[in-house]
């Protein structure tokens, strides 16, 4: 093993992995220009305190997942764990408020989170980030959760969207006495840690993957019962929109997220082969005002783009590739003819390797060679070029004059 190895979780993306995660990137970005989203590129490092007021102190990001350090100044500062915050923030000190009535922006690059890294998981990862402000109408979660289904669909992937509604300031404090009350009367078959948080955090308590907890939380009491008429009014409007969509859709009264700015409607799509979330997000109308901004509802998603590019099976495949094979002295005509093909748009890849006829199909083939295009003296003298087809192993002569 060489001895210089890439920091735990951090890992590198290139080959199939990596044509995959850009189809992916691809797919959502050409989905957010027809939705009309609007590009923003957030700094990767905020101050600490962004994350901690907007995720919350109590949340296992915080607590025990961010890469912090400090400037030469002695500032806090982190690696964002995520993008909303940093969103939120933007939208606020560049008052992107002011100029338009609600504001539709998305991001990509990387999240860095110290988690345990395995398939899947790791501590450097990437997000393709969507944040609506400034409207409280159920619409706007419902046409999220449509884009989310059509970038699902497209990619063929087998995914199940759920849905909840933790509530509002209105109405989440009497559910939050009552789960707790519950958990205290299910206190002994609790996990060590969810012991801990069911003061401190109850709802996470219902996200709990140990067996003993999935158990004791069966008959919990649930959000939805203890919704106030506002959040009920939109959580039945979001389904009335999304069965007119015709959007498929699972509720889980027991969904909540690890982020603690949510409200209202919250959503994750799980992968039904791998149970793994891909895609993730909800509703969040206090966190502007949290950072100092004017009062604005908001809502939105995060994809994770690495899991969601897991989960895909084959991608189109790619444009085929000409390979130029050089035979004898005869570089300068098989560099007018790759130029020529390029400038025609197609994919070239000029041989850098000497070597005979077997040889160079040899290459052809681990390059992934569509094509060779076959240049030897004859051909240059002649004012023509080979080109064979390596599936049909079928030969033509095509007429060709440098004009370099
Ligand atoms: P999140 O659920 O923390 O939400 O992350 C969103 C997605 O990022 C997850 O569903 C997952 O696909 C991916 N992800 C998270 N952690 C990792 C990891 N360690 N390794 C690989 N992938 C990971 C948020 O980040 C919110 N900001 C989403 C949001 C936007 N809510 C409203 N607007």
New binding site residues.
Partial sequence: MPEFQSVRGFHDLYGEELKKFKHVSNLIREKLRVYNFEEIILPVVEYAEVFQRSIGEATD?VQKEMFTFQDRKGRWLALRP???AGAVRAYVQNKLYALKPYVKVFYEGP?F?Y?RPQA????Q?H?I???VFGSLDPVVDAELIQLVYEILSELGVNVVIEINSIGCKVCRPSYREALVNYLESVEGHLCEVCYDRKDRNPLRVLDCKVPTCKEAVKEAPKMVDYLCQECKDHYSKLKDYLSLLSIPYRENPYLV???DYYTKTVF?AVSTDLD???????R?DYLVEELEGPPTPA??????L???SMLLKEIPPEEPLYFVAPFGDVMDYSLAVAKALRLEGRRVELSYRKGGLRKQLEFANKLGARYVVIVGDEEKAGGFYTLKDMETGEQFRIEFSPAM
Avoid at 120 to 123: A, V
Avoid at 276 to 282: H, K, L
């Fill in positions: 990001i995520e993008g909303t999240m989170r988690e899947g998981r790791y501590r990862f997000q980030g969507v944040e997220r690890g982020l994750e793994i979330t891909v895609i993730a997000g909800g969040y809502v939105g998603f995060a994809v994770g690495e899991r969601l």
